[in-house]
């Protein structure tokens, strides 16, 4: 079992929105508000940290997109595992600097060492340094569950 503790799904929205301002679109300040978050007990039997950016898979404009996503594996009362995803995203009109970036990294919270070795690599990336030069256009906190 990974670092999983106590932190309701319902009560991750409400984190969020009142950390992150909606109409001022910090990408460093949400970046350290998902580390803050990251270390949150959460209630599961597996987590991970994952960063991706690229070209928007849904769009067929040229949108740039950076997400920091915190998945968690659970089960249901009939003990079925299932999978709920915390999503911090920001959307980018695609640029020359932007359209070459694409990146994914998956870390499991194995333990904190883990975690922190996540902000670590995803801080020293290249690509992490030129989307902090860049300026979203507009930032999104989603939710899933399959």
């Not at 996503?69 to 915390?86: A, G, H, I, L």
């Not at 904190?112 to 030129?130: G, H, M, P, S, T």
Request: glycine fraction near 2%; charged fraction near 30%.
């Amino acid at each position: 079992m990974g670092l999983c503790w106590l932190l309701e799904l319902k009560g991750i929205e409400n984190y969020f929105k009142t950390r992150i301002n909606e109409n001022s679109i910090d990408i460093l300040k949400s970046w350290d508000i998902f580390k803050e978050f990251s270390l949150e007990n959460i209630e599961c039997i597996e987590a991970a940290l994952i960063f991706e950016c690229g070209k928007h898979p849904n769009d067929m404009k040229e949108t740039f997109y950076v997400q920091f996503s915190r998945q968690f594996t659970r089960v249901d009362k009939s003990y079925n595992p299932y999978r709920e995803k915390v999503i911090l995203e920001f959307l980018f009109d695609s640029t020359d600097e932007l359209s070459n970036l694409e990146f994914s990294l998956i870390h499991l919270e194995e333990n904190k060492r883990a975690i922190q070795n996540f902000f670590e690599d995803v801080e020293n990336l290249y690509e992490f340094e030129e989307i902090l030069k860049a300026v979203p256009r507009k930032q999104n906190i989603l939710f899933e569950k399959n």
